[in-house]
């Protein structure tokens, strides 16, 4: 034992809208009723205070707005790390305040790590220690504030150790099911739009067909395009001023290099030279060598060391030397 007195704490987000979430988890949906009620049990399990705090209204500005706004100017939003940097890690915990629970840190289930280094005068970031989990991705725009305050305890352990944990515990959430991604159902439900037909264009304007609403497409995206042609054809850009989906071969979807915004360096001061670094371009991509020329204080220039494959505006580029998360920033065009 750690030696902490613990209490539980979990907060309500879906506003019961209607969602078409077939057999998949997701953590906004109607399924957030049943994992509220694991974590009640949970608690009473363990014989710890429990509290539900309402963020219905906080998630919907905060984090579906944003998702919206975003899909409408043809990017692809990740509103996990949205919601991690705005709500989990700061609306909830203000709120948690206000009714007056006083407490020193924050535990969550991330598979992440944090330390503080002397050296650097600095709270740094690190991967989890099962790769295969790792969610430092999400993490990466969290403030120095924010890391002095909270505990990763799953970083250390891989899943299957956290679950023979909770086997032995007699937790019956030891097997539960894993969450996939945000939103299980059809996007469309919830951006609540009407559809908005406009050209598919080739690289040169000629128009190859029509589209049924730009947020229907990303960068890469092969299927669902309804085009003829003798060879594949991929979406390579989203133009939403035109209201048009671009799309070529699968040679033009590789990019040199990228201007990535909104740059949080988390575990170093901003460098004020170029300097060589891995990256990950979404979640699930291998981490890719490159060199960060840092242009201001929240923008810096990604350049790769080979090409890379459908960098998608509105994505997360995060920075890794070795197992330290350096920052992370949002790709634009």
């Known amino acids: 034992m750690a030696g902490y007195d613990v209490i539980g704490v979990t907060m309500r987000i879906w506003g019961g809208e209607p969602t078409k979430t077939g057999k998949r988890h997701s953590c906004y949906g109607p399924e957030e009723l049943d994992d509220i009620e694991d974590a009640r049990r949970v608690c009473e399990r363990l014989d710890i205070p429990f509290y539900e705090i309402d963020l219905i209204k906080e998630y919907r500005e905060i984090v579906l707005t944003y998702f919206k706004n975003e899909y409408l100017k043809g990017r692809t939003p990740n509103p996990c790390i949205r919601c991690n940097q705005l709500l989990k890690f700061k609306a909830l915990l203000e709120k ?10 924050f535990a969550t289930g991330h598979y992440a790590r944090v330390d503080y280094d002397s050296g650097r005068s600095r709270y740094i ?14 993490l990466f725009s969290l403030t120095q504030n924010q890391l002095s305050r909270v505990l990763f305890p799953l970083g250390s352990y891989r899943k299957s150790e956290v679950r023979e944990i909770a086997k032995k515990s007699g937790l019956e959430v030891h097997d539960k099911e894993e969450s996939q991604d945000f939103y299980g159902g059809d996007y469309r439900g919830l ?3 009407k559809p908005s ?3 598919i264009l080739d690289r040169y304007g000629r128009v190859l067909g029509k589209h049924n609403g730009i947020w229907n497409y990303t960068i890469g995206q092969r299927k669902g395009l309804g085009l003829q042609s003798e060879v594949p054809l991929y979406v390579i850009d989203i133009d939403p001023e035109k209201n048009a989906i671009i799309v070529g071969e699968e040679k033009e979807l590789y990019r040199e290099e990228f201007i990535a915004t909104n740059v949080n360096w988390i575990s170093i001061e ?3 030279n170029p300097m060589d670094a891995k ?6 991509s291998e981490e890719t060598e490159c ?9 810096v220039s990604v350049r790769f060391r080979k090409p890379q494959r459908a960098v998608t505006p509105g994505q997360a580029s995060v920075f890794y030397d070795g197992e330290i998360v350096i920052g992370g920033g949002i790709i634009e065009k």
């Not at 220690?129 to 991705?137: G, H, I, K, P």
């Open 197 to 199: 037909s406009g050209p």
């Open 191 to 193: 951006l609540n739009v």
């Open 125 to 138: 970031l690190k991967k989890g220690v099962d790769e295969r989990r790792d969610q430092s991705y999400f």
């Open 96 to 105: 948690v305040e206000k009714i007056g629970i006083e407490f020193d840190y």
């Open 291 to 299: 060199t960060l020329f840092p242009l201001s204080e929240d923008k």
């Open 270 to 272: 901003k460098p004020e």
């Open 279 to 284: 990256v990950k371009i979404r979640y699930k």
